[in-house]
């Protein structure tokens, strides 16, 4: 990653009372002022406050570089053919990072900052800037494919609901769910025909209900507190429309395209399948960018990558799933 040059040796000029000159290490500033710094700071420039010192690095543990400019575009994350990640911020520039925990791994959801990571068997919340890990329990697959997952809220929240879809069969989905604290997945099935649902490209929590959509018009949504399920067709807007049919969220099917990522990653001969991510909007409907799969020419190599939001997290060392130990 690009490394940001700050010396310690760096001093402030203040006048005492009797108007003597006297000079103060930036590096012994006061916690509070520190704190209140970092929490100014977008993700890289926290991440260079951080490695000033102990004392900075004390001062930011509750900072988390979600700033105003780092709401609006996500970042965007390539990982998984090794511990060398690509990453590009939502200016452009590019970033080098080693992140073991992705090497050989699938990300299945990305939200608020935290990734939804299966690996090896494993299916774990990870963020890839703090490195920050909190494990669920055994899935009951040891082997995902077209597999779709959606968090309610962050792994940390005391009310995070897990949900991973796929088409068990052409006539039933099948939906694997974890409340926080709980030790094992319920499975829930549902009678769907791939003419109602087609692929899935991506799923939102929304209103209490996850909301699973395909590359067409197709969406089914599934209640977590009443665990029923509903089947729709998206239509295009109309002037009469019913208000209570709306749907909560906005929705980018090519947005990989629309960024022109392919030009922007030099990508030639390879395809690459890509998770999406919510967006939060301020002033209007958030949008949930799907998960894609392109190929730029012929396919000699597969690549992976994640859209998030540049966040940083500090968990504590007992942190876990567990809620006795929250």
Not at 198 to 227: H, M, P, W
Request: aromatic content about 12%; charged content about 20%; overall charge negative.
């Amino acid at each position: 990653m690009q490394q940001h040059n700050m010396s310690t040796e760096a001093s402030l000029r203040t006048i005492d009372c009797k108007g003597k000159s006297m000079r103060r290490q930036w590096s012994d500033l006061p916690s509070e002022l520190l704190s209140r710094i970092a929490d100014t700071l977008g993700l890289i420039e926290l991440l260079a406050f951080r490695g000033v010192s102990k004392d900075w690095n004390s001062a930011s543990l509750t900072a988390s570089g979600n700033t105003e400019s780092s709401r609006r575009e996500p970042w965007f994350l390539i990982y998984g053919e090794n511990s060398q990640c690509v990453l590009f911020s939502n200016l452009g520039t590019k970033y080098t990072i080693n992140i073991p925990e992705m090497e050989g791994a699938t990300c299945l959801a990305s939200n608020q900052g935290w990734l939804l990571v299966f690996n090896k068997g494993s299916m774990f919340f990870f963020c890839p800037f703090s490195r920050a890990k909190i494990d669920l329990p055994m899935f009951p697959y040891a082997e995902l494919c077209n597999h779709v997952a959606v968090f309610s809220s962050p792994p940390t929240s005391q009310d995070c609901i897990v949900t991973v879809i796929s088409r068990s069969n052409e006539l039933f989905l099948e939906l694997n769910m974890i409340h926080r604290g709980d030790n094992a997945w319920t499975k829930h099935t549902f009678q769907c025909l791939k003419n109602d649902l087609d692929a899935i490209r991506g799923g939102v929590y929304c209103a209490g209900e996850f909301n699973f959509l395909d590359c067409k018009s197709g969406l089914v949504t599934f209640s977590a507190k009443g665990q029923n399920w509903t089947k729709y067709y998206i239509v295009t807007p109309s002037t009469a429309r019913d208000p209570s049919e709306e749907l909560g969220f906005r929705y980018h099917k090519r947005y990989f395209e629309t960024e022109d990522m392919e030009r922007k990653l030099k990508l030639e001969n390879c395809s690459i399948s890509t998770c999406g991510t919510l967006i939060e909007k301020a002033n209007s409907l958030d949008m949930f960018i799907l998960n894609e799969s392109s190929c730029f020419g012929s396919e000699n190599c597969s690549i992976k990558g994640v859209w998030l939001q540049p966040r940083f997290f500090q968990i504590s060392s007992n942190q876990s799933w567990s809620l006795e130990e929250a």
